[in-house]
């Protein structure tokens, strides 16, 4: 495994498991890549401010430290 897409609803991210994120760079010896793909942002006119006012947050979680995505689905 190289990367791992973490899937989080924006509007949850204070809920957001850090454990999960702590355990899988202690097993991987922080080898694989976690990239955090951010949902449920269909109500935000531009997704990237949604980035702008969390994305220190999601980095303080341990993830953020490359790319981000952040996604509309159906």
Do not use: Y
């Amino acid at each position: 495994v190289d990367v791992i897409f973490f899937c989080m609803q924006g509007s949850r991210l204070k809920n957001a498991p850090t454990r999960v994120v702590k355990h899988i760079n202690e097993v991987s010896g922080g080898r694989i890549t976690i990239v955090p793909v951010i949902t449920n942002l269909e109500r935000e006119k531009d997704m990237e401010d949604w980035w702008e006012r969390n994305g220190r947050g999601v980095q303080n979680m341990g993830l953020g430290e490359t790319e981000h995505a952040c996604i509309t689905g159906l």
